[in-house]
């Protein structure tokens, strides 16, 4: 990523109860697998903690 991209954290609030994730006694750590994006986040305030994947491709059978 060059230096004059701007960078955009896509995931802001906990998916268990709604609060940001952005304050200071929460965590969200980013990292890749792959091609795909991963979240590692903890919400200080419902204490729920685990990994949200951000993926491109997803290829399934189809239903009858």
Not at 26 to 50: P, R, T, V
Request: glycine share 4%; proline share 3%.
């Amino acid at each position: 990523m060059s230096g004059k991209e701007k960078y955009e954290i896509k995931l802001k609030y906990c998916p268990n109860c709604g609060e940001s994730l952005l304050n200071s006694r929460s965590l969200l750590n980013e990292y890749w697998i792959s091609n795909d994006i991963a979240y590692f986040c903890y919400c200080s305030e419902c204490s729920w903690k685990g990994e949200i994947l951000e993926i491109h491709r997803v290829t399934a059978p189809e239903l009858a």
